[in-house]
């Protein structure tokens, strides 16, 4: 497999505070990738900077041999929030990106209509965002985030909004469309079990400051279904990752309620 | 369809019933003097009277002319003012103290100047107006720009928009509803304007009309007048109201 990312000694400082230090991932083709940890420990700041919306105080991303500045068509960025516009309707919510490129032929509203169709939202292409429940939004959200066609997807805690049962029915959707495309993921979550479900290789980051603590490699056969969640590997690699962590996230909660 | 228009207006309809009868009956029993107050009946005579000669339509018509006047001029100024001042900080300082001590002022009292300096047609009543618009929409379009929620621009970003886009894409739409409200709050402003500054001196308008029939002792005239501009007034709002639905609908409901 080909490198498809390439991110060394990755450091972010907000001021004084340093958020993250020295990161170093190396990304293949077509992998999927979480990462989890405890609220804190820049997960999210490192997925921004991945998208070139937050940038890096030093070291370098490079992604296909090419060193990143700033955001770009390459990658698409599913957000936590759907963040879709009130004022448009699915298909033209899901379109943004290529009409921000400048480039919304016959072609790509074709393709936009088969993404959404991939998403479960057929027939839907005309209704407004405060017309769909949040699960079908987050879809909505993801189909933009496809249809720019993306080498990496960029994906923050994109199912946290959720109730638990939407979340499971999303995360085996969200492998349906991954195992069509097969495009590389980078998957931010707190959920240790959704990291474990979906990932090749969940990357487990620890607090204060942040830093990966471990990569840990998810020997799970695909294509997996939601009954895998029941079986001892999968159990033991939620046990696992969450020894590693349980330290970590209770300082941070302690943290969050002083 | 007729059935469920009785029922959602049923209790309207009653008290706005109601409140003529009191009207009526207190007119004519109870002050029993022309002088004084005149009866609803003797109003909507009075209006078909005036209409009859063309009185009515002659006032009505300069008015109007007044007031659309004025009203597009301050729209198009305050919402130019509005995106200035969200746009460049500097712009922001140089405007906001006389934009903050102008809405303040009650400026209606400046019109006995204004009618000084421009005599009593209508374009002292058009600056009345532009004075009285112009604020609350420059305020409402600043803050609608201001507004936009950062969720939306960076989602725009992280597709690579630019700055323009941005502005065209996202800003512009989430501050319409802000814009239409300032447009709302205007009408009723602005109606306020041309009558009082026309009070101070006019040759015809609605003000005029009622500043006419007050000196003559005609209530009928004069609450005709103030009839006329109600009506004016709650149609206009409502016609905002609906435009409000048509253009701005993620925001209802």
Not at chain 1, 139 to 146: F, M, P, Q, S
Not at chain 1, 180 to 205: P, Y
Request: aromatic fraction near 10%.
């Amino acid at each position: 497999m080909a490198r498809k990312l390439e991110i060394t000694a990755l450091s972010k400082w907000f001021g004084e505070l340093e958020a993250l230090r020295s990161i170093d991932i190396a990304v293949e083709t077509g992998e999927f990738i979480s990462v989890v940890g405890p609220s804190g420990c820049g997960k999210t700041t490192f997925l921004r900077m991945v998208a070139g919306l937050e940038p890096s105080t030093s070291g370098t991303i490079v992604m296909d041999g090419k060193p990143l500045a700033g955001p770009g068509g390459n990658r698409g960025f599913v957000f936590q929030n759907d963040s879709l516009l009130p004022w448009r309707t699915v298909l033209s919510n899901a379109l943004i990106g290529p009409e921000v490129a400048g480039k919304v032929g016959a072609n790509e509203r074709q393709r936009t209509l088969d993404l959404l169709q991939l998403v479960g939202l057929g027939g839907f292409e005309n209704y407004y965002p405060r017309q769909l429940s949040g699960g079908m939004r987050q879809r909505v959200n993801l189909a933009r985030a496809l249809a720019i066609d993306p080498d990496v997807l960029l994906m923050d805690e994109p199912f946290a909004s959720l109730d638990a049962q939407t979340r499971e029915i999303m995360q085996t959707e969200l492998l349906r469309i991954w195992e069509q495309g097969r495009k590389t993921v980078l998957f931010v979550t707190h959920q240790i079990d959704e990291a474990v479900f979906l990932s090749d290789r969940v990357l487990v980051f620890a607090r204060r400051p942040g830093r990966l603590q471990e990569s840990v490699e998810i020997k799970l056969p695909r294509p997996r279904s939601l009954a895998i969640k029941r079986t001892s590997e999968f159990i033991a690699y939620v046990d696992h990752i969450w020894t590693m962590i349980e330290h970590d996230v209770r300082a941070a909660v302690i943290d969050e309620h002083v | 369809m007729l059935d469920r228009l009785r029922e959602n207006h049923l209790a309207g309809f009653l008290s706005v019933a109601g409140g003529l009868l009191f009207w009526e009956l207190v007119s004519r029993l109870l002050v029993a003097n022309a002088l004084f107050l005149a009866a609803p009946s003797q109003i909507v005579y009075a209006i078909y009277q005036l209409a009859l000669t063309g009185e009515l339509g002659r006032h009505i018509a300069i008015s109007s002319v007044e007031f659309i006047i004025g009203y597009l001029i301050a729209a198009v100024i305050g919402i130019a003012f509005g995106f200035g001042m969200a746009s460049s900080v500097r712009c922001k300082q140089a405007l906001q103290p006389w934009i903050s001590g102008f809405y303040a002022t009650p400026t209606i009292a400046l019109a006995p100047l204004f009618i000084l300096w421009f005599g009593i047609g209508i374009w002292s009543k058009v600056l009345v107006v532009i004075f009285l618009v112009l604020f609350p929409v420059t305020i409402n379009t600043e803050a609608g720009l201001r507004t936009t929620s950062d969720r939306l621009i960076e989602m725009l970003k992280s597709f690579g928009a630019s700055p323009s886009q941005i502005f065209f894409k996202v800003s512009l739409p989430s501050a319409l509803p802000f814009i239409l409200a300032g447009l709302k709050l205007g009408i009723g402003r602005g109606l306020i304007g041309v009558v009082v500054a026309e009070l101070f001196g006019s040759r015809a308008g609605l003000g005029r009309l009622i500043s006419q029939s007050a000196d003559a002792f005609n209530m009928p005239e004069l609450f005709a007048g103030v009839i006329v501009l109600a009506i004016a007034g709650i149609a206009m709002t409502a016609g905002f109201g609906w435009l409000e639905k048509r253009l701005v609908p993620w925001t209802k409901d």
